[in-house]
């Protein structure tokens, strides 16, 4: 029985990997849709957002059967419990993903950005994309350091998304109410995504470490 427990820990571990790194080729995708105003690509990343769902929900029904089942303690109960909690952070992940490439369709053939922030939400893109490909390795391998360097970006990200409310609430900026809303809403889409990769990086850190970094205000 013990074999057979440790078998379902490693499917898991598997399967978050595996809903991550679809996460990761969400937003790479949605990126360059929003970047490029390509409405095919967009197209496919909101098409793409179900099978991200259907995954999540499978894990959640794997990981619920193990506590039903197994009754696990101490770690191996922290283990599956992380897991409920990283799955839904990947779905969300998976929606901000799906609202970016939203935008590119709603306003296909216009991009969505006046060309002054087109820049500033290339930056945000690739720091997403980033983040998202080493929280896949980081749920792949708990390597630690792979969580600091998360962190790390998700500054970075508050630093652009800061940088948009400036520029959109700016006496030189002239794009109009469409215009305003559109990079507020990116903006912030951008912003959360890095927010749920941190969130999950710190519980992969406490499970790997059994040290919890506090959430900074």
Same mark, same amino acid.
């Given at each position: 029985?013990?074999?057979?427990?440790?078998?379902?820990?490693?499917?898991?571990?598997?399967?978050?990997?595996?809903? $991550?790194?679809?996460?990761?080729?969400?937003?790479?995708?949605?990126?360059?849709?929003?970047? +490029?105003?390509?409405?095919?690509?967009?197209?496919?990343?909101?098409?793409?957002?179900?099978?991200?769902?259907?995954?999540?929900v499978?894990?959640?029904?794997?990981?619920?059967?193990?506590?039903?089942?197994?009754?696990?303690?101490?770690?191996?109960?922290?283990?599956?419990?992380?897991?409920?909690?990283?799955s839904?952070?990947?779905?969300?992940?998976g929606?901000m993903?799906?609202?970016?490439?939203?935008?590119?369709?709603y306003?296909?053939?216009?991009?969505?950005?006046? &060309?002054?922030?087109?820049?500033?939400?290339?930056?945000? =893109?690739?720091?997403?994309?980033?983040? $998202?490909?080493k929280? $896949?390795?980081?749920?792949?391998?708990?390597?630690?350091?792979?969580?600091?360097?998360?962190?790390?970006?998700?500054d970075?990200?508050?630093?652009?998304?800061?940088?948009?409310?400036?520029?959109?609430?700016?006496? &030189?900026? &002239? =794009? =109009?109410? +469409?215009?305003?809303?559109?990079?507020?809403?990116?903006?912030r889409?951008?912003?959360?995504?890095?927010?749920? $990769?941190?969130?999950?990086?710190? &519980?992969?850190?406490?499970?790997?470490?059994?040290?919890?970094?506090?959430?900074?205000?």
């Open positions: 029985m013990r074999e057979v427990f440790q078998q379902e820990l490693q499917e898991v571990q598997e399967r978050l990997v595996e809903i $991550a790194t679809l996460v990761a080729t969400s937003i790479e995708n949605a990126t360059s849709a929003f970047n +490029e105003s390509n409405v095919a690509l967009a197209e496919r990343v909101i098409a793409d957002d179900t099978k991200i769902d259907e995954l999540t499978s894990l959640d029904e794997l990981a619920i059967n193990i506590l039903a089942r197994q009754q696990p303690v101490a770690r191996d109960l922290r283990i599956v419990v992380s897991a409920l909690r990283i839904a952070s990947l779905e969300r992940m929606d993903s799906e609202h970016i490439a939203q935008l590119a369709r306003r296909f053939p216009e991009k969505v950005v006046p &060309k002054s922030l087109r820049p500033t939400f290339a930056d945000m =893109g690739r720091l997403d994309v980033d983040m $998202a490909r929280l $896949a390795e980081l749920l792949r391998t708990e390597d630690v350091r792979l969580a600091e360097e998360i962190r790390n970006d998700d970075k990200v508050d630093a652009l998304h800061l940088s948009v409310f400036d520029t959109v609430l700016g006496e &030189k900026w &002239k =794009g =109009g109410a +469409e215009d305003t809303v559109d990079a507020t809403l990116a903006s889409y951008h912003e959360r995504f890095a927010d749920h $990769a941190v969130s999950i990086a710190k &519980k992969v850190q406490y499970l790997a470490t059994g040290d919890w970094i506090p959430t900074e205000d």
